[in-house]
C-alpha cells in the first residue's frame, strides 16, 4: 500500500496548526526531529511533537536524527506518535529500542544514513515495522534524491518480502515527481516528501500526484 508523508520541515513553523491542515489527505504527517549532535542541524523536540499531536488527527510518523535514540525515543511514542523512527546508528540497543516503542503503543521504525550498510542489520528487522532508508544526508530538507540508493532500497524491498511483506520500506529525501516512480520501483511503498509537498501551491494536490505516480 503507498503512503504519503509530507515532511513539516518544508512546512511554516510559525504557523504549524494551519500548515498540518493544508494537508488532510496525507497518510501521515512526517516530523524530523534534530539534536544538532546527530546531525549538524536543530528542529524541534518532545513538547512542539506533543502540540503537533493536539493539533492534528493525521496520524504522527516521527523521525528522530539526535543521538541517544535508547534514551528518547520511548517517549515520543507515549505522547501518541504512530511510528517513530529511530537511527541505527545512533542506539545501543537497537532491538530494546525497538521493543520499548511497541510497548509504548507506537509501530517501530530504524532508520540508516546513505553510508550506512543494510546488510550487517538484517537481523533487526524482525523487530520491525518499517525500515527507512535515506535518500539525502539527513539534515535538511530541499536536497537531491541520490539515486545510487536504490539498489539498498531493493535489498531492503527483498529483506521485507521474505519475512512475509510485513515491514514498509519508507524512503525519505528528495522524494518528487521525478523521482518517486524510481523508488516505487525498486520496491519503496512509504514516502516522505517536504518540499514537494510543501513548496506546491496546491499541497493536496501534490499528495494525489505523488500517490499516483507510485502506483495506486
Ligand atoms: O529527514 C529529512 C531530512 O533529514 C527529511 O524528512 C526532509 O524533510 C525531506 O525533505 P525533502 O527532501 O522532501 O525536501
Ligand atoms: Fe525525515
Avoid: C
Avoid at 511497541?102 to 520491525?128: D, F, R, V
Avoid at 535538511?140 to 524491498?157: H, T, V
Amino acid at each position: 500500500m503507498t503512503a504519503i508523508h509530507p515532511s513539516i520541515l518544508s512546512a511554516d513553523f510559525a504557523n504549524l496548526a494551519s500548515e498540518l491542515a493544508r494537508i488532510p489527505s496525507a497518510d501521515a504527517v512526517h516530523v524530523d526531529v534534530m539534536d544538532n549532535h546527530f546531525v549538524p542541524n536543530l528542529t524541534l523536540g518532545l513538547p512542539v511533537v506533543q502540540a503537533i499531536r493536539a493539533a492534528t488527527a493525521l496520524p504522527l510518523d516521527v523521525h528522530l536524527m539526535i543521538d541517544d535514540a535508547d534514551r528518547w525515543a520511548p517517549a515520543y511514542a507515549e505522547l501518541g506518535s504512530e511510528s517513530v523512527t529511530f537511527h541505527v546508528e545512533a542506539a545501543v540497543r537497537p532491538v530494546q529500542v525497538a521493543r520499548d516503542l511497541k510497548s509504548h503503543g507506537a509501530k517501530a521504525a530504524m532508520a540508516m544514513k546513505p553510508g550506512t550498510a543494510l546488510e550487517p542489520h538484517l537481523g533487526l528487522l524482525s523487530e520491525l515495522d518499517m525500515l527507512l532508508i535515506m535518500t539525502v544526508e539527513p539534515g535538511f530538507g530541499g536536497q537531491s534524491f541520490m539515486d545510487e540508493m536504490l539498489p539498498k532500497i531493493a535489498a531492503a524491498r527483498r529483506a521485507s518480502d521474505d519475512l512475509g511483506g510485513r515491514i514498509a520500506v519508507q524512503v525519505d529525501g528528495g522524494v518528487n515527481s521525478e523521482t518517486i516512480l524510481r523508488a516505487a520501483e525498486a520496491g519503496a511503498d512509504t514516502f516522505v516528501a517536504g518540499s514537494a509537498v510543501y513548496s506546491a501551491d496546491d499541497p493536496e494536490a501534490a499528495i494525489a500526484g505523488l500517490r499516483h505516480l507510485a502506483g495506486s
